[in-house]
């Protein structure tokens, strides 16, 4: 440990870690089921359920904004998307 970091705002910061976990799973949860929502309404619509080129920019949004990681990220938050919650 830093001599310039103390226990206490170690601690702080681990609580607003925590806050921030709680706020990602739950926006994590509410962009699953929007779509899913879609999905269902492009097949209703006689669609496809996915639309390549729309992932492709999602894809490449969390790229730019993350970095190489942001691939993978993305390539997770699409397949959570996909599947029944």
Known sequence: MTDDVTTLEITTMR???????????????????????IGQARLAAGGTR??????????????EGIGDEGTELARLVLRAGRRAI
């Open 50 to 63: 996915l639309v390549l080129s729309r992932e492709q920019q999602i894809i490449e949004r969390f790229r």
């Open 15 to 37: 609580r607003r870690i925590d806050e921030i976990d709680l706020a990602i799973i739950g926006l994590w949860l509410e962009r699953a089921g929007l779509s899913q929502q």
